[in-house]
């Protein structure tokens, strides 16, 4: 019952930006840590961020840190990607998943979201 659904990818230009979200169905997003995850072909999938559940803490792969801001708003059950200076590199699908506390594999996921990033 419980469930994510991600949205905001698409295609952009190198250096462009956009702002995925994550949306909580049928619990309160408010309890959970959530993180976002990528996966690009051939490739692990990759932690890029997580927040904690009061959105007091929060950690970044080096990969997108200074780019990349996670942010939450409770009120509305959603948490928020916000991706700058977009790269070529960035191009993956984008998951957020759930849990008790950030950590490396998150218990509840969405369905992701296509990022590509391209000229």
């Known amino acids: 019952q419980l469930q994510l659904v991600e949205s905001g990818g698409g295609l952009v230009r190198p250096g462009g930006s956009l702002r995925l979200s994550c949306a909580a169905s049928g619990f309160t997003l408010g309890y959970y840590a959530i993180g976002w995850f990528r996966q690009a072909p051939g490739k692990e999938r990759e932690r890029v961020s997580c927040i904690s559940s009061s959105g007091g803490s929060t950690n970044y792969a080096d990969s997108v840190k200074g780019r990349f801001t996670i942010s939450r708003d409770n009120a509305k059950n959603t948490v928020y990607l916000q991706m700058n200076s977009l790269k070529p590199e960035d191009t993956a699908v984008y998951y957020c998943?759930?849990?008790?506390?950030?950590?490396?594999?998150?218990?509840?996921w969405g369905q992701g979201t296509q990022v590509t990033v391209s000229s």
């Open positions: 998943a759930a849990d008790e506390f950030c950590r490396s594999y998150l218990r509840y």
